[in-house]
């Protein structure tokens, strides 16, 4: 079983831009479809983009959709989110997770019991 550790989390203006990196150990890596999700406060935790075990398919959340890029690197043993044009509705905590489900649809949006491994996330706080 992998483990995951997320960062890239910080304070940024709105419209401004991240990278979140989440490192996974172990050599299976390739093995899991991986996603991001987010959670605010007193809000309920939320799918944000998903990446196939390939990297050939991914989905996202209407919210992000256009903003944000999900992206792998299976020799890194790391999966990206790059942020871009952030609102401060975007203010939450961003967990990596890593599932053994299979994905292959685009318009799959995955859920949370999907998963099986979790990050310990990353603080994003977006300021308007």
């Known amino acids: 079983q992998v483990q995951l550790v997320e960062s890239g989390g910080g304070l940024v203006q709105a419209g401004g831009s991240l990278r979140l990196s989440c490192a996974a150990s172990?050599?299976?890596?390739?093995?899991?479809?991986m996603g991001w999700f987010r959670q605010a406060p007193g809000k309920e935790r939320e799918f944000v983009a998903a990446?196939?075990?390939?990297?050939?398919?991914?989905s996202y959340a209407d919210s992000v959709k256009g903003r944000f890029t999900i992206s792998r690197d299976n020799a890194k043993n790391t999966v990206y989110l790059q942020m871009i044009n952030l609102k401060p509705e975007d203010t939450a905590v961003y967990y990596c997770?890593?599932?053994?489900?299979?994905?292959?649809?685009?318009?799959?949006?995955?859920?949370?019991?999907?998963?099986?491994?979790w990050g310990q996330g990353t603080q994003v706080t977006v300021s308007s």
């Open positions: 997770a890593a599932g053994l489900f299979s994905f292959y649809s685009d318009t799959y949006l995955p859920k949370v019991n999907d998963y099986d491994v």
């Open positions: 172990g050599r299976t890596f390739s093995r899991y479809t």
């Open positions: 990446i196939s075990r390939s990297g050939g398919s991914s």
